[in-house]
């Protein structure tokens, strides 16, 4: 970094209390910042949810407005070819060039099934079907798709989250879909030798399937590895959104490294048929949609999705309300997520990456100097003993396993006695040092009630040192409280202790023995802003929030500032006495300044 900018990070303060100048955040691993120009795109279903293609040049003017250069789009089976011997080419023809026309580039999604050319006979021949299809018939549906469109789409993705049971019936067959790619893919490179091949989007989290893709030999039939990472109903912070690629990166670690795309990634505005509990509404969705973007693009993810443009009738995850229907975008039913999209598109383009300067400071924990009082619990799973192999100096633990089972393995090392955690941190975080496993690592505490509750911190990841962490706000998910109390309320009530460490195996289909090194376990604590620095020429951009709320007071050497906010209202902003005075709150704001 150029030393003028360095002179010019100078601390923020909130309204009473003066904050340190922060480093930057400890990188949870050496690929979690930006590879690539950001790019948030949108999956836009015209050719399949639009029911008129006369008039697809309505909803793709709000592509334009949006700012998008990047749309997911849907070549539904059973409308291309609702018969052996058919092809209807209308939709996808009137999606092509609406979206096209529009300087857009288009990912393309091969599937899911035609009820024709299923075993099952239960759905209609000529309609969508989700049950595993026939795999000649599959490829030959494929082939026609991208021939007709090889000349303007260029990456194709094949089939839509294949590990889930709602998508392939009756359940997931990670070999059955491994041979349906391993052809797929050969035929697409034989049509088009330019064609970028993705894995059919995967929830991230559970890399069960994605193991058994790269071990009946699939992994070099795909050249982008596609995630869905949804987190909803909680926030991007406390569902550790930034952690959502470790455990696929652990993996590539063994198998090859791909690029990663996150082609669905979305929260619902309301209760929706698939999320009956979900508390989200319209603000919220859109400032979620800022904070996961930025946080999704800073942890090395390539593309981003936003799922999706307009609302279904029972699922509002779109920018634009259901209104009188699937034709109607009449602009008084566009959400605060289409302008929040809108806006980050805008502010971000030509920007370069500088840093996060997450204004927070870190206390120890443990430092695994003696591990005397730690005792491992009743699992025989594996051993806590002293190592040398620390990240700076002195010691850190080392944990070796032995995973035996195809069921839930996992081993517990407790503290006798727990060790308080001081005032009131909003995260817990630990170094380590992986052995390229996706088992996870967590921790218990206990709160003020008595209730112990488990933190996941995220995988133990590739070899090498690298910080993960968890926020501590929120509730807990039922399975993660390990000791529950009459009125318990599933959220960590301070003061607080750590009880213990845990490593588990998270894929129960593991059978085998590791070795991975803790550093040490820290509290962060502080005032919870965040702090996104970009620049583009000589102007310097600050992306902040702060989900709790702050005032922040930014050094700058600019007299005045432009401050838009998340849906793009533009103001003035003094300085005063070299300092930029904003209030903070969910909602995240662009400031320009001069760097």
């Known amino acids: 970094m150029h030393r003028l900018l360095i002179l010019l990070l100078l601390p923020l303060l909130t309204a009473a209390t003066l904050v340190p100048v922060a480093s930057p955040a400890p990188a949870a691993s050496p690929v979690r910042t930006p590879v690539s120009a950001p790019v948030f795109g949108l999956n836009s279903h015209l050719a399949t949810r639009y029911p008129d293609p006369a008039t697809m040049d309505v909803p793709a003017e709000l592509l334009t407005e949006l700012g998008v250069t990047w749309a997911r789009e849907d070549f539904h089976w059973h409308r291309v070819q609702p018969r052996p011997a058919m092809w209807d080419w209308t939709f996808t023809d009137a999606a092509m060039r609406a979206i096209l026309s529009r300087d857009v580039q288009v990912l393309g999604v091969l599937g899911p099934s035609v009820g024709w050319a299923t075993p099952h006979s239960g759905d209609p021949a000529n309609d969508v079907s989700y049950y595993a299809p026939n795999p000649d018939a599959f490829v030959q549906y494929a082939r026609g798709v991208v021939t007709r469109y090889r000349r303007y789409v260029k990456h194709w993705e094949i089939w839509n989250?294949?590990?889930?049971?709602?998508?392939?019936?009756?359940?997931?067959?990670?070999?059955?879909?491994?041979?349906?790619?391993?052809?797929?893919?050969?035929?697409?490179?034989?049509?088009?030798?330019?064609?970028?091949?993705?894995?059919?989007?995967?929830?991230?989290?559970?890399?069960?399937?994605?193991?058994?893709?790269?071990?009946?030999?699939?992994?070099?039939?795909?050249?982008?590895?596609a995630i869905h990472p949804y987190v909803n109903p909680y926030s991007p912070e406390h569902g550790n959104l930034a952690a959502a690629a470790d455990g696929v990166r652990a993996l590539m670690s063994r198998y090859g490294q791909k690029p990663i795309w996150a082609t669905e990634v979305g929260w619902a505005s309301g209760p929706g048929d698939r999320d009956t509990g979900q508390t989200a509404n319209e603000q919220n969705q859109a400032?979620?949609?800022?904070?996961?973007?930025?946080?999704?693009?800073?942890?090395?993810?390539?593309?981003?999705?936003?799922?999706?443009?307009?609302?279904?009738?029972?699922?509002?995850?779109?920018?634009?309300?259901?209104?009188?229907?699937?034709?109607?975008?009449?602009?008084?039913?566009?959400?605060?997520?289409?302008?929040?999209?809108?806006?980050?598109?805008?502010?971000?383009?030509?920007?370069?990456?500088?840093?996060?300067?997450?204004?927070?400071?870190?206390?120890?924990?443990?430092?695994?100097?003696?591990?005397?009082?730690?005792?491992?619990?009743?699992?025989?799973?594996?051993?806590?003993?002293?190592?040398?192999?620390?990240?700076?100096?002195?010691?850190?633990?080392?944990?070796?396993?032995?995973?035996?089972?195809?069921?839930?393995?996992?081993?517990?090392?407790?503290?006798?006695?727990?060790?308080?955690?001081?005032?009131?941190?909003?995260?817990?975080?630990?170094?380590?040092?992986?052995?390229?496993?996706?088992?996870?690592?967590?921790?218990?505490?206990?709160?003020?009630?008595?209730?112990?509750?488990?933190?996941?911190?995220?995988?133990?990841?590739?070899?090498?040192?690298?910080?993960?962490?968890?926020?501590?706000?929120?509730?807990?998910?039922?399975?993660?409280?390990?000791?529950?109390?009459?009125?318990?309320?599933?959220?960590?009530?301070?003061?607080?202790?750590l009880q213990a460490i845990v490593l588990d195996d998270m894929v129960d289909s593991f059978v085998g023995d590791g070795v991975i090194w803790i550093d040490d376990i820290r509290a962060i604590n502080g005032h919870e802003i965040y702090d996104l620095r970009l620049v583009r020429g000589n102007e310097a951009l600050d992306i902040l929030w702060s989900p709790p709320g702050a005032r922040a007071n930014l050094a700058t050497t600019s007299r005045t500032a432009t401050l838009i906010d998340r849906d793009g209202n533009q103001s003035s902003l003094a300085a005063e006495q070299g300092r930029l005075r904003v209030n903070l709150g969910s909602a995240p704001v662009y400031l320009w300044h001069r760097r």
């Open 287 to 497: 400032d979620y949609l800022v904070r996961a973007n930025l946080m999704l693009w800073e942890a090395g993810i390539e593309k981003i999705f936003w799922y999706t443009f307009k609302d279904d009738p029972s699922n509002p995850y779109g920018l634009v309300r259901l209104g009188s229907g699937r034709t109607d975008y009449a602009r008084q039913h566009l959400k605060p997520a289409f302008f929040a999209l809108r806006t980050i598109n805008q502010q971000m383009a030509g920007v370069n990456y500088v840093e996060r300067r997450d204004l927070f400071t870190e206390q120890v924990l443990v430092n695994f100097a003696d591990l005397q009082n730690w005792r491992r619990t009743s699992q025989p799973n594996g051993t806590l003993r002293p190592s040398t192999r620390s990240r700076a100096y002195g010691q850190a633990a080392e944990l070796s396993y032995s995973f035996t089972t195809r069921e839930n393995d996992y081993v517990v090392f407790e503290r006798n006695p727990p060790i308080p955690i001081p005032g009131q941190p909003y995260a817990i975080g630990a170094w380590l040092y992986g052995d390229g496993s996706t088992h996870g690592f967590k921790v218990w505490l206990r709160d003020a009630q008595g209730e112990v509750l488990q933190f996941v911190l995220g995988p133990v990841g590739a070899p090498g040192w690298h910080f993960i962490q968890t926020a501590l706000g929120g509730e807990v998910e039922p399975g993660n409280v390990i000791v529950p109390v009459p009125g318990g309320n599933r959220r960590l009530d301070f003061p607080a202790t």
């Open 161 to 225: 989250e294949p590990d889930h049971p709602y998508f392939w019936r009756p359940n997931p067959d990670v070999a059955a879909y491994t041979r349906m790619l391993i052809q797929t893919a050969a035929m697409i490179r034989e049509v088009d030798p330019e064609a970028k091949i993705l894995l059919g989007g995967i929830n991230p989290y559970d890399t069960t399937f994605l193991r058994g893709v790269a071990e009946y030999g699939g992994w070099n039939s795909f050249d982008i590895l």
